[in-house]
């Protein structure tokens, strides 16, 4: 075993980067077996409803047409046919109501799509209307209900108390008190509260949903699933919870996603493929379209109150946050979004009282649930806007007043969890830096003014999930890393062998990364939450260093150098010629404790996330358009395992924000989306983008492998509020609600003038 | 998707002759197709379902080709495509605006097959052609089985996604008239995305003599169902020199005569207040051209 160069820290090129470009990389979407049938699903057209009848009959006797389904036919063949994994809420097909126009209430089978398609077309639902409820905070009180009981899953502790309960919206309410507030406000020299709103949006990967059912097994009693999904370990326990089988009649097998985003977690298309192939005893594809994405699952609208007490010099002494979330119809992952990234609502800022309620609803839109950031940068969108108009009030300078309250390493955070390895300070000294915050900024002239914002975030981890790997050494000295672990686009195949290749000192051309394959590799928890670098890396490190230490001891017990003899000739002399492998196994769960009534943690994250940002705008006063100049995006991964793969994953994620920022939104009429395609949902294109720097600070994440954690999500922190500040540092005009439009400026600007505009 | 027919013919006359009896009517009738960037959307979306598409991709070459008038104009084939008309030396020679319309007229890819033709006939009122062309007074002429005809390319609108074409009248040529000292500029705003869909499109055709605008056409698209002539706006104009005081008058005149209709780039009132400061921008700038 001799050590190649260090493997670590190096920006190798993306291992999977030229099958991608020459079209040979496998996704579902694509994929065909013999005999398929392909699912198309007829839609609610209303946004809440008691199901009278499904006219089924048309559809069925178009030539072509194998199968029709309804929720019913669904029933027979599963009891209890709901899924989720906070609540068991959401059925395969809706049965006895629709709780949002989208929602799937029919399935048509047909091997060719277009007769499909048409068939689903002839499909005719009769609803009794019900009193539909779209606002969150509506929600809490409205007398319109979306599930009548509310049906826990029971894998979380603190979803146990919502069992079986009635009559509300609310799928859960997380609370944390902190000191003693009342007192705090009090004592404050100023007290500020305002009130942020975001809009619904969603993932809009560029591979839609799909899964490939296939029956199997001598009793057609077991399923091998193709799915594009981030979470094969999880869909297949689902699946088989759902058949009431053992998860070995499940195989999950994941090839490359054309992106997730967070939208391909947890169930999503592979419940109704699976139950159409036990029905049909076909092969069955789900695919949905680009368009049907915005029925799947989207990104939680919020309003967040945030009411603070401040000294007079700048320093915060008291904050309250009360954050409503969008569900729509159905849980899916909201309730952990209210409670893993609600408990960090107040900032990253050193505040001895705290009060927290947070709040997860049903209402009657598509359902939300984790989009890139977990609802985080909807939180820092509240808190920095909130800073800077605290700031701006109190004529301190943006920078000066987060100096003065940002969290210092081994401070307390609200859960009272100490920050660990936390970059905050180096995040923001550093965007100050490059932004040259202390220096005159050029202000503009004649009818474009110029203003700058900056914003500081932090998310902790989801905590504690399990990840495990497998290191398969061959006798010649190549070797195969098993993990559940799915490179949607990210790189994790690239980081994974990298850190394989540092462990064994093999060169990352002999390591293979073999896709999710439930049969083959081993559990992991979800790709998701920007775990995998951290939780993966332990458990692929760990594999590694065990083949390694495998290795050593047979080299020993043959009586060879491991420092100095080839892997083949280690096994030659072993096994008599090149035979046998050395199999190491690593395995990985982080320490937690759950947080107590109060929403107090000794150990509320194994790592923290940093991202900030730095906007420069120019602003027309004549028309209100405006156009972000410069953005500086600082985060904390710790140790970059691969520094190119770092700067794309911040670049990524600021573009995705920065849509959700400026141009995207998903607009409703009586609960239908009516902006449903990519031509009427704007997404950034290439012209869309601002000159942009991107820089990992120099940090280390000591708990981490090789010094690393996540960084998926950190670039979509701050830009939100960034951008925000800096159109109010330039005109004045405060906006409190995504998106930022030209009309809303203009509008403020108007009012500003004191002639507001009318809308005749 | 629907299944349909596709026809290839290699003449016009053919083309027209398969779009006629037995095609079909209504949402099923026989569709032309030549770049089909519209077209698919529609069928995507079920709200075509053609049982006979008529690919004029085969048909004589002539109805692609671009060229000068003796006079100084544009003669230019229904079937050339965006692009061809971007890249075109004569055009850029004769009409400069028309290349620069082109460079933000969605997407390099859309531009790369979609064609003339196509893109005046679609009558989507948020195009950038049907309002430019119509302040150049520029003509289409058509083909149909009633023979040919020639009409200005602002008769062509009647409506939101309304032409005044036959079903199975096809635009053969545009014929764009020699500019002759028209300084003309098309303004297409967008509030969302860089490429999308106008908020509002604002054309502005100026003939200066002696320092003194002798004829003016303003052209407001996009939130209106059909390009719409700015009459009061353009009357204003005439016979001054474009002083302060003239371009408010004319961007109120324009807001004053016209209703914009709100939708997700911005709000009637809104919109309204782009025209009045984009009504003078343009016509500054253009005023400022040598």
């Known amino acids: ?760 | 998707m629907t299944p349909f027919e596709l026809a290839e013919p290699t003449s016009l006359a053919e083309a027209i002759a398969l779009m006629g009896e037995g095609a079909g009517i209504g949402d099923n009738a026989a569709r032309a197709i030549a770049g089909g960037t519209a077209l698919m959307l529609m069928m995507k979306a079920g709200v075509f379902q053609p049982k006979r598409l008529v690919s004029l991709r085969r048909v004589e070459p002539r109805y692609a080709e671009i060229a000068a008038t003796p006079e100084g104009g544009l003669r230019i084939g229904a079937l050339a495509t965006l692009t061809a008309l971007e890249r075109s030396a004569v055009v850029k020679q004769a009409a400069p605006v028309i290349t620069q319309t082109l460079k933000t007229l969605s997407n390099v890819r859309v531009r790369n097959v979609a064609t003339v033709g196509g893109a005046l006939a679609h009558g989507d009122p948020h195009m950038d052609l049907p309002p430019l062309l119509t302040a150049l007074g520029a003509q289409v002429r058509t083909v149909s089985p009633k023979g040919e005809r020639t009409l200005a390319v602002g008769e062509l609108y009647t409506g939101y996604y309304e032409t005044a074409l036959a079903e199975n009248e096809l635009i053969t040529e545009v014929l764009v008239p020699p500019l002759a000292g028209l300084r003309v500029a098309y303004k297409k705003i967008t509030t969302r995305a860089a490429d999308d869909w106008p908020t509002l499109g604002l054309t502005v055709a100026l003939q200066l003599n002696g320092g003194v605008v002798a004829d003016a056409r303003l052209v407001v698209s996009a939130a209106t169902n059909t390009p719409t002539r700015l009459a009061a706006a353009e009357k204003i104009l005439r016979g001054t020199t474009l002083d302060t005081a003239t371009l408010a008058r004319c961007g109120d005149a324009a807001v004053s005569e016209v209703e914009l209709a709100g939708d997700a780039h911005g709000s009637s009132a809104y919109k309204r207040e782009l025209l009045r400061v984009y009504t003078q921008r343009v016509l500054r700038e253009i005023w400022g051209k040598s």
């Open chain 1, 1 to 760: 075993m001799t050590l190649s160069t260090a493997a670590v820290g190096r920006s190798i090129p993306r291992l999977e980067a030229r099958a991608k470009v020459t079209g040979r990389a496998e996704y579902v979407h694509n994929m065909s077996v013999p005999g398929m049938l392909i699912a198309k699903v007829a839609r609610s057209n209303v946004a809440h409803g008691r199901i009278r009848n499904i006219d089924v009959a048309a559809a069925r006797a178009l030539p072509g047409v194998f199968a029709v389904y309804t929720g019913e036919d669904i029933r027979k063949l599963i009891a209890e046919p709901y899924y989720g994994p906070a609540f068991h809420d959401q059925p395969i097909l809706a049965i006895d109501k629709v709780r949002y126009a989208g929602e799937p209430v029919a399935v048509v089978l047909a091997a060719d799509a277009h007769v499909a398609e048409n068939a689903a077309r002839l499909i005719e639902a009769q609803y009794e209307a019900l009193p539909a409820v779209y606002d969150e905070v509506e929600a809490m009180t409205s007398k319109a209900v979306v599930h009548e009981v509310l049906k826990p899953a029971g894998t979380f502790a603190d979803l146990k108390h919502l069992k079986d309960k009635r009559d509300t919206n609310v799928a859960l309410d997380f609370h944390l008190r902190r000191g003693d507030l009342g007192r705090a406000f009090a004592a404050a020299d100023h007290v500020f509260e305002h009130t942020f709103r975001t809009q619904q949006v969603l993932h809009l990967p560029l591979e839609p949903f799909a899964t490939v059912a296939i029956v199997n097994g001598a009793g057609d009693d077991s399923l091998t699933l193709h799915s594009s999904t981030q979470s094969p370990s999880f869909v297949r326990t689902e699946i088989a919870r759902l058949f009431g089988w053992t998860d070995n009649k499940v195989r999950v097998k994941v090839p490359y996603l054309g992106g997730g985003f967070g939208a391909k977690v947890y169930v999503k298309s592979e419940a109704l493929a699976a139950a159409c192939a036990m029905l049909a005893k076909r092969p069955v594809k789900f695919a949905t379209t680009m368009e049907e994405q915005f029925y799947m699952i989207t990104k939680h609208a919020t309003t967040l109150r945030i009411k603070s007490g401040v000294m007079q010099d700048g320093k915060i002494t008291a904050r309250e946050c009360e954050v409503w979330w969008n569900g729509g119809a159905y849980a899916d992952i909201g309730p952990r979004v209210t409670q893993k990234s609600g408990f960090t609502a107040p900032g990253p800022y050193d505040i001895d009282n705290v009060h927290i309620d947070s709040y997860a609803l049903y209402t009657n839109l598509p359902a939300a649930g984790a989009l890139r950031g977990f609802g985080i940068p909807q939180l820092v969108w509240a808190y920095e806007s909130h800073t800077d108009m605290i700031a701006r009030e109190l004529k301190i300078d943006p920078l000066t007043i987060r100096r003065k309250n940002i969290l210092r390493e081994g401070w307390p955070q609200a859960t009272g969890t100490l920050m660990r390895d936390a970059a905050l300070e180096k995040v923001l000294e550093r965007l100050a830096q490059r932004m040259q915050w202390e220096k005159p900024f050029q202000r503009g002239s004649g009818t474009i003014k110029r203003g700058r914002g900056m914003a500081i975030g932090f998310k902790a981890s989801i905590s504690p999930t399990t990840s495990m790997a497998i290191v398969n050494l061959s006798a010649d000295g190549s070797c195969a890393l098993y993990s559940s672990t799915v490179d949607m686009g990210q790189g994790s195949d690239t980081i994974m062998a990298q850190m394989v290749s540092e462990v064994m000192g093999i060169p990352i051309e002999k390591i293979t990364v073999v896709h999710p394959d439930t049969d083959v590799t081993p559990y992991d928890m979800a790709t998701l939450g920007s775990r995998s670098t951290f939780h993966m890396g332990h458990a692929v490190k760990n594999a590694a260093e065990d083949a390694r230490d495998k290795l050593l001891t047979l080299a020993s017990e043959v009586g060879l150098s491991a420092e100095t003899t080839p892997i083949p000739d280690i096994f030659k002399k072993k096994y008599g010629m090149l035979a046998g492998n050395i199999v190491g196994v690593g395995s990985f769960v982080p320490s937690y404790q759950s947080p107590d009534a109060r929403g107090q943690t000794e150990n509320a994250t194994p790592f923290w996330m940093i991202g900030a940002t730095g906007a420069e705008v120019e602003v027309d006063t004549e028309t209100g358009e405006f156009k972000v100049t410069r953005l500086v995006n600082l985060v904390d991964v710790g140790k970059s395992i691969n520094p190119a793969i770092v700067e794309t994953q911040i670049s990524g994620a600021t573009v995705m924000q920065l849509g959700f920022t400026l141009q995207e939104q998903m607009n409703f009429s009586d609960g239908h989306v009516t902006n449903a395609s990519l031509a009427d949902y704007k997404i950034p294109g290439m012209r869309d983008i601002p000159p942009m720097e991107n820089e990992a600070v120099d940090a280390e994440q000591k708990s981490g492998p090789f010094g690393a954690k996540g960084v998926g999500e950190s670039g979509t922190f701050g830009v939100s509020p960034a951008v925000a500040n800096a159109i109010d540092d330039a005109v004045g005009v405060r906006l409190t609600s995504l998106p930022l439009t030209a009309e809303a400026v203009y509008r403020g600007l108007r009012e500003k003038a004191g002639k507001p505009l009318k809308d005749s």
